[in-house]
């Protein structure tokens, strides 16, 4: 199976966990394209769901798909959040952010009564960071002051980049990427990064994730949060 196949496979097995009648967040990236596309069929036969997005790509996928947003900034209550990631650890740990939507991820994330991850197996990592760069979004006064300060945490630093010109977020941030040989206490990191003027959300998702969905070869696995 390729990973278009295994990301088609999350996606069936994790709408199994919406259920009628719930405000559900989704989140951004491809596997999630696979999750929305799957409701249209099920909307269509009745299934009434409401939903918040966490970027305009994925707003834009609701709508086609029928499903009804909330305003940005009404009161929600998230009964379930799917969302991909970059990277999932045994203790479901994530990196998330490679599309650049960590910031509102995170906010409906933490506002979900449950956070279920999606994703193939090629995401399982046995610790964070390595092959793939911790996101960290900053504001844009000072940044090339605060990557310096950043490098001094032990990694290597990259603005994120996208057609020759720096990455700006929906919300107007930079984002810098942070390369970590591995990253073995993300509670910790995320508590230093989290403290450093300029920084506003990090990619790390640390105890949040209730549950994973992942598609692997052999079929779909579910791990819960130990
Ligand atoms: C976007 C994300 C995505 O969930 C993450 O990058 C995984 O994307 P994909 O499903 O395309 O592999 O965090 O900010």
């Known amino acids: 199976m390729d990973r278009d196949a295994l990301k088609n496979m999350a996606a069936d097995a994790a709408v199994e966990y919406v259920k009628d009648g719930q405000i559900v967040g989704w989140g951004?990236?491809?596997?999630?394209?696979?999750?929305?596309?799957?409701?249209?069929?099920?909307?269509?036969?009745?299934l009434r769901i409401r939903g918040v997005a966490t970027s305009l790509e994925t707003a834009r996928l609701a709508r086609e798909a029928g499903i009804p947003l909330l305003a940005d900034d009404a009161e929600w209550v998230v009964d379930l959040a799917l969302d991909g990631a970059d990277q999932v650890d045994p203790r479901l740990n994530l990196i998330k952010g490679g599309g650049g939507a960590l910031l509102k991820e995170?906010?409906?994330?933490?506002?979900?009564?449950?956070?279920?991850?999606?994703?193939?197996?090629?995401?399982?990592?046995?610790?964070?960071?390595?092959?793939?760069p911790l996101p960290v979004e900053v504001v844009p006064f000072g940044w090339r002051t605060l990557a310096k300060r950043l490098e001094r945490?032990?990694?290597?630093?990259?603005?994120?980049?996208?057609d020759g010109a720096l990455f700006v977020t929906e919300v107007g941030h930079y984002i810098l990427d942070l390369w970590f040989s591995k990253i073995d206490d993300p509670i910790r990191l995320e508590a230093e990064l989290e403290k450093t003027p300029g920084v506003v959300c990090t990619g790390l998702f640390v105890g949040r994730a209730d549950l994973a969905v992942v598609a692997t070869q052999q079929g779909i696995v579910t791990l819960t949060r130990p």
């Open 153 to 162: 945490l032990g990694c290597r630093v990259t603005p994120r980049m996208k």
């Open 106 to 132: 995170k906010i409906v994330a933490a506002a979900a009564t449950r956070f279920v991850v999606v994703v193939d197996e090629t995401k399982r990592v046995p610790v964070l960071g390595g092959s793939f």
């Open 28 to 46: 951004t990236g491809s596997t999630l394209r696979f999750v929305v596309g799957k409701l249209s069929g099920r909307i269509k036969k009745g």
